[in-house]
């Protein structure tokens, strides 16, 4: 028997390095929402350490957030753009490509929505929408094909690019604001409130809820469809586990990166529909600040799957709307909820090492079942 | 061996992995001034052994002892302070570095004294003088050819006092008479006094430099011999457990069309310098077309260009009538080529898809696999499956992911894939690397079948006696020239080698 | 109009000189072969902890040695997810980024609250260095700047010499390059990779605290807008060599050098944006442009050894 614990205990094996996998054991498949649990835990725990009671705030912020149907509602039109960036940094990193200027193609996409939206004020409703959305989506994917290009072509850094390009894209959407789109007032950075014929339709009445949400879920789908049932899915997935051998299959890796940025991107531009159009009816300057990073993060917790998106944009969304609500009531400052979307991405990381770590103990008790047998 | 002192004596080593047990309660002794071999195939627990003795790994049970007393090694460190040093089979250099760089990494403490640089240098051309081992040191590695890289790990151990030298499969990457000139150091290392352990799966190598050879099966000794005892049919025998069949050939070629037609080929490299240098050659349906060289002399480049990952800078390339010369891959593809490659982890599989899509990789634009756009999963299955009957693939599913597959049937699936999609020809790459004998003899088997069938094959590889197996004719490469063109019938081993290292009948005198 | 070169000089280094120290931090943790990623973040951090630290005890000296404490303890936690749990370095630095931006704002407003005007430090006062500094128009410019100017030059030329002269370069140039030689030599790899980790956090803490209490005074969650970025992306332009991000360096010193001249002067000609955006459109032309010869060959990998 020692003989046998000593075999696990000492030997380590290889780690594989992969944050997405298929396991079959069922408990792996919790490992998120463990996860999820133990940054909440912690940032509970740091709560209590500044002098706030953790147990309060969360039981506050859960009966705020599932208070009304106005606040579930609002919970649902919170996900949304995370559903898309979140989409857009997880679909990229299928072709194991890193899209990190989720919020540039998202605040181009934007622009071009409110652009659209003020502009055709006078056409039928339906017709502005479908407008604003195809703009959105070509404002993203445009921005975002550009980087794919440079990786193709120049073998770019794409971290340091895409980066780059998300503060000019800044850069641009003050500069509108500062001038061409600014409102008629002209006291604030910002757009007039867009005219109503351009309001996406409310799901649900008297709440924030509109058909973005719709939308989103669309996407999800789509891209789901599109990584698992279609040829170019097929590609994209070989060139993120093995560039050689897709290069050897015959697969064209330049194209595909600029396939995948381009639909990367026009995934955040959407988002960017949504938000105007759905609901801020207007562009602010330096409006959801950290939709991008938020995106990344909701992909990281959903394993870069469509359905853990939506489900980490749920989630996400759950927690703004709470955290909002507990902010108002309580003294604890608004950033508290930046730092538990922080911590819970923290434990997901190392949940990823958990279950490395569980799989290579898993495949050293086969062995050890082997040499049971021949004692 | 009676009543010397052993240097080294190993104990009962034993060591698992997950999955397997490398070594089975192995017990080894080395003499001092002895060249004592470790025979075995690929995969027997040669060098798990061996890196144990180094202090790379740690055994699960077992004692070490150095000059009668128990020592512990658990790291390189400690393997150097008594006096061991390993050449392994990948060398650890860092390409960008010089060979001096590399020789001393490790040897001075982590300070931010400044490195002087001269004093090194001297000690080093010291080791190069004594053991007739001469290199420049501001050379930088990665435009050292291999044997030369192989000497600087040499050196590596002797700047490091090593009384012991464990080589890793020293010769796989030498040309005949480079490994003649290493046999040539071991000895001149042996008569001053010193020992060498020699990992080979190579009869004929072991036969020659060995005082005492080793064998090795399934990770336990099967037994112990000393070089007058040996015979090449005994080792063998314990090598691998039963009489090796030779794979008899059918050498008998009845004049075919041409398939492949290579006319004037040349190829400029990464480095801007010509890797292919106009060569020409011809493979006929039914054939075997071999070239054999060291690796490093343009066969990857050739190799690409031929599926259509490089473009050549003149020249054509043509099959089966039809110019496939600077054709994308899909197309090359499509015109029936296959590509067995040497790295099958990098080049032939996706190791994280399934079985199924790993046969499927290269028809993902084949109309036959869709279904109004959509993958035809029915018809991905079924393809898998008749692939896995027919080539006999041992897996739990077609499902299964290929990293679950054994070395063996992970080459299986390449094999099956690429003969199935090269219905004109096949290009194999050291199709065999780095697979026990049975799956070497698979893939032979394979070749020589397809042969029968009337595909132009053209096998890549470095292992001269896969070459002269397999074979109708051979080409040797050297330096991007194809520099003959021989019958299998006609070719020597010696002049093949000497071909390899670039000696024409020519330039004999001139060179070496 | 010699006042406008003499001004643009003076901010070109000045604004060069996190730019500066982070780079140098990050040229030193790739050469082993792992990327900060959480560089921005940690630049927040720095910023946040220079300024709390000088606000709390009323010394300057004491609030940079909190930021590069600050740094050096995101630098751990990086560096453990990374380099110990073998962790993704893009994911965990995205996450490690986010932290610290709720992060800085939340413990600011803990311990100051909302302020109606910010709260201000007294930042660093200029060293003249005598007669070197009256040279005409450059004197000013390269002999009378902060302390942490003249430190982040010595340092780069410090860096260069372990760098290139010394063994301990010489060890960390082969661990980017090729790790398994270094381990095969008895070196432990993960260590020297997550001490040059915890270095280069400590000077990213010290640069962020530059922005915060060595230039403009105060802290603000925007302080360091991307600039941390620029400073990775300056490790690539110069090479992984650190005379060739002193260039790099001095180069979007420059660039923003010009925004600030440009925005306090009255040349309105070009719109303001544009001058925010020039740095980072320097860098994507740059990145385009530029072939990296002397990428680490293992750079991003972690150390995965294939046995125990």
Known sequence: MEKINNLINKTDGRIEQSSISQDDNVWLNFLPVFSVLLGLLMSGLMMLFLGYNPLTVYSNMLSYAFRDIYNIADIFAKATPLILTGLAFGFAFRASLFNIGAQGQFYIGAVMAVTCALKLGSFPSYLILIICFIMSLIGGSLWAAFIGYVKARFNANEFLVSMMLTYVAIAIMNFLLGGLLKEAKGEYPQTDVIPKSGWLPSLIPHTRLHWGFVVALLIALLAYIILWRTSLGYKIRMVGYNRDAARYAGINIENIFVIVFFISGAFAGIAGFTEINGMQHMLIEGFNPMIGAEGIGIAILGNAHPLGIVLSALLFGALKVGGNLVVQTSRIPASIIGIMEGLVLLSVILSYFVRDKLMVLRSKKKLVVRERHKL | MGNKCNLITLKNITKYFPGTIANDHIDLTLAGGEVLALFGENGAGKTTLMSILYGLYQPDEGEIFIKGEQVKIRSPHDAMEYGIGMIHQHFTLVPVHTVVENIILGTEQASLKYLNIEEKVKKIEKIGNKYGLEVDPFAIIRQLPVGMQQRVEIIKALYRNAQILIMDEPTSVLTPQETEKLFNFIRDFKAKGHSVIFISHKLNEVMEIADRITVLRDGKIVGNVSRSEASESRLTHMMIGRDLEITKTNNTIHPKSEMLKIENLTIVGDRKSKVIDDISFTVREGEIFGIAGVSGNGQEELAQALCGLRKVKSGQITLSDKDITNKDVLSIIHQGVGYIPADRHKEGLVLDMSIEENLFLKNHSNPMFFHYGFLNQNKIQENARNLMRDFEIKAASSKSRAMTLSGGNQQKVAVAREVNIGTKLLVAIQPTRGLDLGAIDYVHKTLLKEKKEGKAILLISTELSEIMTLSDRIGVMYRGKLLKIIQRKDAKVDEIGLLMAGITEGNRNGKN | ?308
């Open chain 3, 1 to 308: 109009m010699n006042n406008i070169i003499t001004g643009l000089l003076v901010a070109t280094i000045r604004m060069s000189t996190p730019l500066m120290l982070g780079a140098l931090g990050e040229v030193f943790v790739e050469r082993t072969g792992v990327m900060n990623i959480a560089i921005e973040g940690i630049f927040l951090m720095g910023a946040w902890g220079g300024f709390v630290g000088a606000y709390l005890t009323g010394k300057l000296w004491i609030g940079f040695l909190f930021a590069i404490g600050v740094g050096v303890l995101c630098g751990a936690i990086y560096g453990y997810f990374t380099i110990k749990l073998k962790q993704h370095q893009i994911v965990t630095g995205v996450a490690i980024n986010i932290l610290t931006l709720g992060l800085g704002l939340f413990l600011y407003q803990l311990l100051f609250g909302i302020p109606l005007l910010p709260l201000t430090v007294e930042p660093l006062k200029d060293i003249s260095i005598p007669f070197l500094s009256t040279i005409p128009i450059i004197g000013s410019a390269f002999f009378s700047q902060n302390i942490l100017t003249y430190l982040a030059v010595v340092l780069i030329i410090l860096g260069y010499w372990v760098l290139f002269r010394t063994p301990l370069g010489l060890i960390i140039r082969s661990t980017g390059e090729n790790p398994e030689a270094v381990d095969v030599a008895g070196i432990n790899v993960e260590r020297i990779r997550f001490l040059a980790v915890l270095g280069s956090s400590a000077l990213d803490g010290l640069a962020g605290a530059f922005y915060s209490i060595g230039f403009l005074g105060l802290y603000t969650n925007n302080i360091i807008g991307g600039r941390g970025w620029i400073a990775f992306a300056i490790c690539f332009l110069g090479n992984w060599n650190p005379l060739g991000i002193l260039i790099g360096s001095l180069i979007f010193g420059l660039a923003e050098g010009l925004s600030v001249v440009l925005l306090t002067s009255n040349f309105k000609l070009i719109p303001n944006e544009f001058l925010i955006a020039f740095p980072y459109i320097l860098t994507i032309v740059a990145t385009i442009s530029r072939r990296q010869f002397n990428v680490p060959a293992f750079l991003g990998k972690p150390y995965i050894k294939e046995r125990s």
